[in-house]
């Protein structure tokens, strides 16, 4: 039996790309969806009134550009379900 490492993580080309090959894949029809801590929020929006230990969940067109932040994955999903996006990538 092969002994993998459950830790080990693989190389995926889908990080590596450029926003314009992002916008190849799928142009506005692609959005991602990542969390991130209200620190990081809070310097990316220019809002230091935000809760540093907050979690939230940032999606992001596939050029990078955000389109919504939600505090809770059902908050993302409600704002998606009347949006007309072919792919939707939790990131």
Known sequence: MLDKNRNETFANPLRDLSPAEFM???????????????????????????DDDGHYHLVVSADGSPLMVGDSPEAVA???ADKNFGVVTVH
């Open 78 to 80: 409600e704002w998606l």
């Open 24 to 50: 190849a894949l799928g142009g506005k029809a692609v959005v991602f969806i990542r969390p991130i801590g209200g620190e990081a929020l809070a310097e990316m929006m220019q809002q230091p009134e935000l």
